[in-house]
DNA sequence: TTAAACTTTCAATAATTACTGAAAGTTTAA
DNA sequence: TTAAACTTTCAGTAATTATTGAAAGTTTAA
C-alpha cells in the first residue's frame, strides 16, 4: 500500500466512521483531509480533493469550526481563507467529548429529570417509569461529570485515566 | 405531567438519542418502550404502541436481541412471543459498551494500523500520514482498552470507576 | 394432516438527510 | 468607487435510510 491509497483508506474510514459519532461524512472527511495534511489547505483544495461542491465545503468547514475542530489560518501573500485543524489526538478528544457533552449528553439528562420527577399516583405503572427513568438519569449524569472531569485533567488525559484506573 | 405525557416523552428523546449512538429511531423507542414496561410485550402491543408496523416491529427486536438487550420470553398459556429488556441500567450500559467496541471502534483500530504501517518513502506528506494515524491508532486502542477493563469490573462498575479516578 | 395463529422477509415507497450550483453577499486592492 | 476575488446561502435535487404491508414461511393444536 502506498501513500495515495493509505491516504483515501483513512479518509473514507474517517468519513464513515463519523456519522457514528454524530457527524456527517462531508464534515469527517474535511477533518481527516486537514488532519492529515502538511500545510494549510484552501476551500479550493479541499473541493478538488474530496470531490465535493463548494457550498458543500463552506458549510461544512463552518460546522467543524463550530466545533472549535478547525480554524482559519492566514497565509502570508495569499487572499483566499486556509484551514487547519487541531493536529494533537489528545487534544482533539477532549474537544470532541466536551462538544458532544453539552450538545448531546446534557439535553438528555434534563429531560430524564423531568420525566422522573413526575407525580407518583400510585400505580404501578408510574412508579416503574419513574424508577427506571430516576435510574438512567443518575447513571447520565454520573457518566457526564466523569467524562468532564476527565477532560479536564488536559495534558496526557486518556493515557494518565488509564493508569489510575488500574494500577 | 401526568404519566402519559411523561412515557411519550421518554420513549421520544430515547428515540431521537438512538441515531446519535448508532441505533435507528424505532430500534431506540422498542427498548425504551419495554423499558418502562412492567410487564413483557407482544409484538402486538408494541405495534399498537408506537404505531409502527409489523415488519419495522419484527425488524427491530431481531436487531436488539443481536446486541443482547431484548430477550423473548415465554408467558404461560400464551402461544406468541412475548419481549423483555435488560432492566438494570448498569448491565444495559456494559452491554451497550462492549458492542459499540467490538462494531465500531475494533475495525477502526485495524484500518489505523493498516494505514500506519505502509512504507516511509521519505516525503513529507508520507510521513505526517504515518505520524498521525500512528497517535489516533495509539489513543483509539488505549480508549479500547479503558473500556473493556472498565467494562469487566462488572458490579455497579459506572461508580466504581468514577471513585478511582478521583480519589 | 390441516388450518389457524403467529413471525419473517423483502420489494415498493416514504421520509429524511446530504449535496449541488448558481445567485447573493462580502471583502479587498487599485 | 468599482470590480475582481472570494465566501455564503438556499431552493432544488440526489442519495440514503427507514417503513410499510402483503406474501411467504413457521409453529402449534386439534
Known sequence: MEY?????????TWGSLGSLWGINKAMAQ???LLFISTKPLSMEEIMEDLKISRGNTSMNLRQLMDWGIVTKTLVAGERKEFFTTEKDVQELARIIAVERSRREIKPVVKVLNDVSSITDDGTAKTKELIKQTKALHELTETMDVMINKLVNQKQNWITKSLLKLFK
Chains 1, 2 share one sequence.
Open 4 to 12: 495515495q491509497e493509505a491516504k483515501d483508506k483513512f479518509i473514507s
Open 30 to 32: 474535511i477533518q481527516a
